[in-house]
């Protein structure tokens, strides 16, 4: 069982920057694959980046490449988002998910794939 905790949101301007963190309860931590969802006010949750066990495979949405970098430490049990160039439709919040396989799976961009779900943690982007 793991336990996730998202922690970095805040109010930041456009152009800026943030790094969100989750904190993983469980010493299995180190053998999932994670993830980070955003949900917008009424609109669905979507896929914005993952990897896997060791950080040797990332991925992302289009709406981030180039912008977001997702990074792990294993020996800290915390993964991060490094989200550079914040636009206003970035505004939402911020979810991170763990995934019990190491690899990523072909549907790396589905919540369902996740067993695991932090609380989130809402990051505005103000223009």
């Known amino acids: 069982q793991v336990q996730l905790v998202e922690s970095g949101g805040q109010l930041v301007q456009a152009g800026g920057s943030l790094r969100l963190s989750c904190a993983a309860s469980?010493?299995?931590?180190?053998?999932?694959?994670m993830g980070w969802f955003r949900q917008a006010a009424g609109k669905e949750r979507e896929f914005v980046a993952a990897i896997d066990w060791n950080g040797g495979s990332t991925v992302y949405a289009d709406s981030v490449k180039g912008r977001f970098t997702i990074s792990r430490d294993n020996a800290k049990n915390t993964v991060y988002l490094q989200m550079n160039s914040l636009k206003p439709e970035d505004t939402a919040v911020y979810y991170c998910a763990a995934d019990q396989r190491r690899y990523l799976s072909a549907t790396y961009y589905r919540a369902n794939e996740y067993e695991h779900w932090g609380q989130g943690t809402q990051v505005t982007v103000s223009s």
């Open positions: 469980g010493r299995t931590f180190s053998s999932y694959s």
